[in-house]
């Protein structure tokens, strides 16, 4: 099978599992409570806000990747493809924020906390807004690709941080995945936010192809363009 094949493939199971996991989590899950008796909601939207999360780390990373062997080779494929992971990052890193904010207005009962995850993430939100800020500042196209590249690389550096930032320093929010602590979660709980994050992750890899794809195909069309016309 091509790329766009499997792409297609993922993002049909990505939306299944996503789907699934999302009536999982309501109706299947179990759901911790408050000594009240209430629902605790915010544990309904970690499932949720924990693989678009992660997500957004691991897409962030192939930025810094494509931007390493960009500077490497000066092949333009990889400033290409840099680009296009710094634009699902970005996508992913909204959504990131977004049920972040919903967990925290729910969990802590304030829309916004500047404790070290939070900080730290928002930081990443910054740099990655800058990236394209910086390529649309920048008209030399062998100049901005090396900028980006270099700022892209440098960028990432936050993304280990504010995922272990929880594990480094005093931190109210919740460390998620860490050693051992899956192992006490419940079967439906378990079982709900693993089909999630594969869910995501496929969505993930999906989009990015497949955004991939229609800029190859762009790319090659302005080429033929520039070669007929001249």
């Known amino acids: 099978m091509n790329r766009t094949t499997i792409a297609k493939l993922m993002l049909a199971l990505g939306g299944l599992l996503t789907t699934a996991a999302f009536f999982m989590t309501f109706f299947w899950a179990d759901a911790s409570t408050f000594p009240d008796g209430r629902i605790d909601f915010s544990q309904k939207i970690f499932y949720f806000h924990v693989p678009v999360a992660e997500a957004s780390f691991l897409v962030f990373f192939f930025t810094a990747l494509y931007g390493i062997r960009f500077l490497m080779t000066k092949d333009r494929k990889f400033d290409t493809r840099a680009r296009i992971a710094t634009e699902l990052t970005l996508f992913f890193v909204l959504l990131t924020m977004a049920t972040g904010i919903l967990w925290t207005r729910v969990a802590w009962g304030v829309w916004w906390q500047w404790e070290p995850r939070l900080t730290t993430y928002f930081i990443m939100t910054l740099l990655v807004i800058a ?28 993304a280990p941080i504010s995922f ?5 320093v005093e931190s109210i929010h919740p460390v998620v995945l860490a050693g051992g602590e899956s192992s006490g979660l419940e079967p439906p709980m378990l079982i709900t936010f693993i089909v999630a994050q594969v869910g995501m992750l496929m969505l993930g890899y999906a989009f990015y192809e497949m955004r991939l ?11 033929l363009k520039v070669k007929v016309g001249g």
């Open 164 to 168: 272990f930032i929880t594990r480094w």
């Open 131 to 158: 990236y394209f800020v910086l390529r649309n500042s920048v008209e030399d196209e062998e100049k901005r690709a090396v900028y980006a590249a270099a700022f892209g690389i440098l960028a990432f550096i936050d």
């Open 213 to 223: 794809h229609e800029e190859e195909i762009r790319e090659r069309l302005e080429a």
